[in-house]
């Protein structure tokens, strides 16, 4: 069952090429109902899949600090994601503590929303994680999980996609205190296909939050490149080069 929010629609024009508009729809779980959320996001995310990062093929950071993957981390299946230091340190701090982490212990009100999985990115009580959005092909949507947002209460969260912002704490959250450990469903809608694009998740506090799941979806179903077009180009080349031999010959 939904905790606390029917859905929540905000509309922000986008910068860039021609006119464009985001639309960001918000739902709140709390931490026992990751499989009812699951679920939810399931049903209504039926467009098509072009890139999903659930985090488990990396390495966590033990609690305390120690080796682990942390920011900047390149080349996922969505794209890149790095930090925005600042922010108080708090206790759930870990180093380095000017990087995002990826994380599998469940403290803090923070975990993993992946089925039968562990990891999950972790701010690290910094400002900002970003993620420079690109998965090999169009899409128009990107939706993930947030776990842990706005527990201690009064923050400024916000949500910048291509520049504009949505101002999550006061517009939907309404400055209010969150529960430890609650879970929110977030889904961004463009009103246009892209190739790329940038996301950055804002919070202007000692407080963190973690994020996992994150989709890259397409309202049209991506052409492949056929893996035989690479071999016909490359046939096609060497046979204008023997011509070209023959002609000079």
């Known amino acids: 069952m939904i905790k606390k929010f029917a859905t929540v629609a905000v509309a922000a024009t986008l910068l860039g090429t021609g006119a464009s508009a985001a639309t960001l729809d918000w739902r709140a779980f709390d931490q026992s109902q990751v499989a009812s959320a699951t679920s939810y996001r399931d049903a209504r995310d039926t467009d098509h899949v072009v890139a999903f990062e659930d985090f488990e093929s990396y390495t966590p950071v033990p609690d305390g600090g120690g080796p682990g993957d942390v920011t900047p981390l390149t080349s996922t299946s969505v794209g890149d994601f790095t930090t925005t230091p600042g922010g108080r340190c708090g206790r759930s701090c870990d180093t380095p503590d000017d990087q995002s982490l990826i994380r599998n212990t469940s403290n803090y009100g923070r975990y993993n929303t992946t089925f039968g999985g562990s990891n999950w990115l972790d701010s690290n009580d910094n400002s900002a994680i970003n993620l ?76 963190g939050f973690g994020i996992d799941d994150v989709r890259l979806g397409s309202s049209v179903a991506p052409i492949p490149v056929p893996a035989s077009l690479p071999l016909l180009a490359g046939g096609l080349g060497l046979m204008g080069w023997i011509a070209r031999r023959r002609r000079k010959s």
């Open 132 to 207: 420079a959005a690109a998965g090999g092909s169009m899409f128009d949507s990107i939706s993930f999980f947030l776990t842990d947002v706005d527990d201690v209460g009064r923050v400024a969260f916000e949500i910048n996609v291509a520049g504009e912002m949505f101002d999550v704490a006061e517009d939907i959250l309404r400055s209010s205190r969150q529960g430890d450990g609650d879970l929110f469903l977030v889904r961004i809608g463009l009103d246009r296909l892209v190739s790329s694009v940038d996301l950055s998740l804002f919070l202007d506090s000692g407080d």
